[in-house]
């Protein structure tokens, strides 16, 4: 189908302030989109209150406000304007959020401001964590389970169907006081009766623990024909337990057969349509138990992702541009491949290297901050690398880190650590745990052992290993001081 | 040990054996699947090719015991770039290097893949040899010129069946005719004749899923003992070579399609075209990954396809046949039917294993045509 032509100017929400958990990736997204639609002859009004951006670069969009990303400032943006439509999805969260209070406000519908790429019941539907799981199990797909207890018969009620180790999170208390892990029905009488006795309310949640399974991520899109396509997949170094935005990953999945693969990018397309994106790109995570196989859905976004930048430039497929176009009418058959510039943009890339992300932290600049990962971000950058193999690529993302390593074989403070602090540190993720594994190697821990402190896949292990053995090897050591 | 390939016009590289000491030649050609390497060097028709895998790590995560595509390897070699010697996966039963070993199959790596990928590229699929033996490369090349080409190769001998089997509990089982040629259906589906060229085991677990029994037999099976078998359709499987040598199995097939349903997959649909009038054409490197985009020209949806093959049917305005599907990147012909007589067919394999499973839902197309047509 061509592109709409009862649209003429369409409005474009940035992302506002570059802040700790979301970089400049979506003004990377941001400006492809307004390029791609400027392309196609529409008027582009946009928004964004961060002038270190290329997308408010006067030559951009039409018209650029400056402004306050937020509801009563947009609102008067669309009273002004009087755009025909609305993309909310390629300016990450706060956009999507803004849209769906002018949505819930009437602004929208007032001057007649048509949402394009996600509609908002489908923003509601990936959002909203009941409406997310009722889609689920709509599809057949699985969430981590869970269940609400109040008492001790129900927390045994709930230990009898659930399958251990369980968490158990106390409702209404500060970071979590009072929740623990339970592994089996006698630490959950005692994790539960504390959670209880700590909650307020007397309420605690009991989940399913997906700590240490691993994390794969899809980057799908889809058109208004309902062609689907997987640009990329991702699966992360750090097992689940770590904020994707923190953990060093790595596209294509590198462990998962071609059975088990198909299996994700099944569920990653049927998740895109039942929560109802019909055009552009969305991110969906998943956890896999890594002894059986296990596979439960973590979360979606119905939008372009921090993922997207990496899969666009790790693929050369430019999701954003993509998005943008199929937004306003187009199929994925009618745009051309960006890379082949013969063929079109439904396929999807099969690449013959490896793309590494590594996060950059900077715990030393916030005094009193614990270096410790968990599941809210803490980087504060990252870094792309392509190699012929892992290992490549590892080194390359290593050293373009700016921390003074020259890849895994650096050390960086003069003395080796003691056995026990190196596997403290691989039990408690941390910013500098992939040069803890390199200590643990080198320290003679088996890979059995680095797995059950870490649960890092052993096959990243391995690949560690080959680069100690070969940096042992090495007569030009990186490090003189080991 | 060290490994030389060289190829026909020369092109030489050099990686290391991780199967011990070997020498073979076939029709070099490169596949881009990112997974699946088992069903790959297990896929029938693979047999007189020596496989390059684009991307560069094989091995990850082992061999299971549940992707089989057939009970052996067929590939003539394996290269690639980086082989993983410990798998890590919670179905691995084995490494890659150990299952090539067992079934004494050469795997190379080191090789620089992405270099020899570019070559056939540009230069088209040829045939090569590679060797731990010998390393000069004139004698190397020598030998390559000496091979067969794989233009006007018939090598569905080697892979079919050699009897009749039926397929239950997930593997082949051997069955006998009656003296008249009858056979006792189970009655789990729709009796369906599976000619086997070298069939892929999923098109038959896919079949039986799609409401079929089928009885699978050799290429020689002649359309009377089709019908004395009582079966209501007929498919034909995938399977390797020049689909223009099976002059024999293709007067079958032009007699079958006059009396009853005919279906076919990959080498099955060429076949189906020769029988129709069409004919077959040898692509410069052909289609060999999971990635390729086909559109349903029926209902103008797109599938991710994976694909197998280096000929292609060309129609050439043949009478009452039409084109249903058609490759994006390249407008090749990736399925057709016939307009009055109930066959159809697919260049391209949708029941995957390796690549996306968009196209398994064909496989009931196939038995809603099948039924259309026996009232069943």
Redesign the interface.
């Known amino acids: 189908m061509p592109k709409r032509t009862d649209l003429h100017k369409i409005l474009v929400i940035g992302a506002g302030p570059i802040i700790i958990g979301q970089g400049c990736e979506f003004d990377y997204s941001g400006s492809q989109a307004v390029k791609a639609l400027k392309e196609e002859g529409y008027e582009v009004v946009l928004v964004n209150s961060n002038p270190a951006t290329i997308m408010t670069d006067p030559q951009m969009a039409d018209a650029t406000y400056v402004e306050p990303i937020e509801h009563d400032t947009l609102a008067a943006v669309i009273r002004k304007e009087r755009p025909d439509a609305l993309l909310p999805t390629l300016g990450g969260q706060t956009a999507l959020n803004a849209a769906l209070e002018l949505f819930k406000s009437g602004v929208l519908a007032e001057y007649g401001v048509e949402i394009i790429g996600a509609r908002a019941e489908v923003i509601e539907k990936a959002e909203s964590r009941e409406l997310f799981r009722e889609a689920m199990e709509n599809i057949g797909l699985k969430m981590p389970a869970s269940g609400i207890a109040h008492n001790m018969d129900e927390v045994r009620q709930l230990g009898n169907v659930l399958p251990f180790p369980l968490i158990v999170r106390p409702a209404f208390t500060l970071g979590g006081t009072g929740g623990g892990v339970a592994y089996n029905l006698e630490d959950l009488e005692v994790v539960a009766a504390r959670g209880l006795s700590a909650s307020p309310t007397s309420e605690v949640m009991i989940e399913q623990s997906v700590l240490g399974w691993k994390e794969i991520e899809m980057e799908v899109m889809r058109d208004q ?3 689907c ?2 640009i990329c997949s991702i699966e992360n170094f750090d097992p689940m337990g770590v904020h994707t935005g923190d953990s060093i990953t790595v596209a ?11 299996k994700v ?2 569920a990653s397309i049927a998740i895109m349509r039942e929560i109802g994106v019909e055009t552009g790109g969305s991110n969906v995570q998943f956890g896999i138990n ?4 296990d596979m439960v859905v973590i979360e979606m976004n119905p939008r372009v992702s921090r993922s997207s930048a990496l899969a666009s430039k790790a693929t050369g497929f430019p999701i954003a541009k993509i998005a943008a176009k199929l937004a306003v009418g187009y199929t ?2 009618e745009l051309a491949n960006d890379i082949t510039r013969e ?2 943009a ?9 793309v590494l992300k590594v996060p950059r932290f900077t715990f030393e600049k916030f005094p009193g901050a614990r270096d410790e990962l968990t599941t809210s971000m803490k980087s504060v950058g990252e870094a792309m690398s392509i190699g ?3 290992k490549e690529a590892l080194q390359k993302g290593l050293r373009s880190m700016e921390i003074g390593a020259p890849g895994l074989g650096w050390n960086f403070r003069a003395e080796t650590p003691p056995v026990d602090e190196i596997m403290e540190k691989l039990r408690t993720p941390n910013s500098r745990r992939i040069f803890y594994l390199r200590q643990a190697l080198i320290a003679g821990v088996s890979e059995e052992d680095i797995f059950a402190a870490s649960a890092i ?3 990243f292990i ?1 690949q560690l290993k080959d680069i100690v053995d070969m940096e042992a090897k090495s007569a030009i050591s990186a490090s003189p001081t080991t | 040990m060290k490994a030389v390939l060289v190829l026909e016009d020369g092109f030489a590289l050099e990686g290391q054996s991780f199967t011990g000491d070997f020498e073979t030649g076939g029709e070099v050609i490169f596949t ?5 390497y ?2 790959v060097l297990t896929d029938p028709s693979y047999t007189g090719q020596m496989v390059c895998m ?4 094989m091995g ?2 082992g061999i ?1 015991a ?2 089989m595509e057939s009970a052996g390897i067929h590939a003539e070699a394996f290269l690639v ?2 082989c ?1 010697k ?6 691995s039963v084995m490494s890659l290097p150990d299952f090539l070993m067992k079934h004494g199959t050469p795997g190379v790596e080191g090789l620089d ?2 270099a020899l ?1 570019r070559h056939l590229r540009l230069n088209g699929a040829m045939r090569g040899i590679i060797s731990t033996r010998e390393k000069d490369r004139e004698a190397l090349r020598e030998k390559a010129l000496g091979l067969p080409t794989m233009k006007g190769r018939n090598l569905v001998p080697r892979v079919a069946a050699t009897g009749p089997y039926a397929w239950h509990d997930n593997a082949p089982r051997p069955v006998s005719l009656g003296p008249d040629g009858s056979y006792a259906w189970r009655g789990t589906g729709l009796p369906l004749v599976v000619y086997d060229y070298g069939i892929k085991w999923n098109i038959l677990r896919h079949l039986v899923a799609a409401g079929f029994e089928p009885l699978a037999v050799p290429p020689g099976f002649t359309a009377q003992a089709v019908r004395a078998t009582g079966a209501r359709a007929v498919f034909l499987s995938n399977g390797p070579g020049d689909p223009a040598t099976l002059g024999e199995e293709i007067a079958i097939v032009r007699e079958l399609c006059r009396d009853m349903p005919v279906t076919g997959i990959c080498l099955g649909h060429q076949i189906i075209g020769h029988a129709l009038g069409a004919h077959t054409e040898k692509l410069k490197f052909g289609h060999h ?5 086909v ?1 349903d020209l029926t209902t ?3 599938e ?1 396809s994976s694909q197998n093959h280096g000929f292609h049917v060309v129609l050439d305005g043949v009478a009452d046949v039409e084109a249903t599907h058609v490759n ?2 390249d407008h090749t012909l990736e399925g057709l039917r016939h307009t009055k007589l109930p066959i159809m067919s697919l260049q391209y394999h949708p029941e ?6 968009d196209g398994n839902h064909l496989f009931h197309r196939f038995r809603e045509m099948i039924g259309r047509a026996t009232g069943n």
Not at chain 2, 32 to 36: R, S
């Open positions: 024909k309902d062609n396509v997987v294509p999945v590198q462990t998962l057969s071609d059975a088990e693969y198909q990018r099944d890594p002894a059986d196989g994925l058959d063929t079109v439904s396929f999807e890339p099969a690449i013959d290297y490896v012929r193999t892992f896949d052993p096959w391995r | 881009t699947g990112m997974t699946g088992q069903e684009t991307y560069p790590l990850n995560y299971t549940e992707d770039k980086e993983c410990e798998p890590s996966n919670w179905r893949t992405r990928t990954g999971c990635n390729h985009p559109k103008g949806k797109i991710i994006l990147n995957a294993a390796a690549g996306p499973r």
